[in-house]
């Protein structure tokens, strides 16, 4: 699986950031591809691109990857909050 950090991606997101963060933690390969039949998510996201991953993330990964990334948004930007995550092939990275 491919993971992306889509932080910023997911304010610009057509269906709005609800719909990637709702899919965050879990495999999301089945729900993008019924929805982009025809957009490959590496042209969307190529320069969002973090790494490679096998299988879902634990949950204790997940939280302890959100409290750091937001303390650190914290301290950048005091009005905004962060949600994370990860989600399947396109392994998203949502904060």
């Known amino acids: ?3 992306y950090d889509v932080t910023k ?24 591809d ?10 969307i996201l190529s320069k969002d691109y973090i790494g490679k991953i096998s299988g879902d993330a634990p949950e204790e990964q997940i939280a302890g990857q959100r409290r750091s990334h937001n303390e650190e948004r914290k ?4 009005s905004r909050r962060g949600v994370g995550g990860l989600c399947g092939r396109i392994a998203v990275e949502a904060f």
């Open 1 to 3: 699986m491919l993971r």
């Open 75 to 78: 301290a950048d930007c005091p």
């Open 34 to 43: 019924h929805v982009h039949s025809k957009v490959k998510p590496e042209n």
């Open 9 to 32: 991606y997911a304010d610009r997101h057509p269906g709005g950031p609800r719909t990637i963060y709702i899919a965050c933690g879990k495999d999301c390969t089945e729900v993008f």
